[in-house]
C-alpha cells in the first residue's frame, strides 16, 4: 500500500515544525508564520490554523518545508509508512 497523506491540523503542523526549530514570528487572523534563521539565512513557512488543512494546502506546505529540511527528516511526520 502506498504512503498516504495525514490529517493534520494547524497545531499539528505548528508542532512539528517547533521540533525543526521554527518559532512563530507572527499572526494574523487564523494564519502563523513560522520562522527560523539557518546561517544567517531567514526561513520562513506561512500555516493556517484550521482542523483540519486541506490535503493541497498540506502538500504545498511539505513542498515549501522541502526547501529547509530534508525529505528523510519531514517525510514521516505528513504521510503514512
Known sequence: MPNKLRVLSGDDIIFIFRKFGFNIGYSKGSHFKLTRVVEGEKQVIVIPRHNPIAKGTLKS?????????????????????
Do not use: D, G, V, W
Open 61 to 81: 506546505i511539505y513542498r515549501k518545508a522541502l526547501e529547509y529540511i530534508s525529505e528523510e527528516e519531514l517525510r514521516p511526520h505528513f504521510y503514512t509508512e
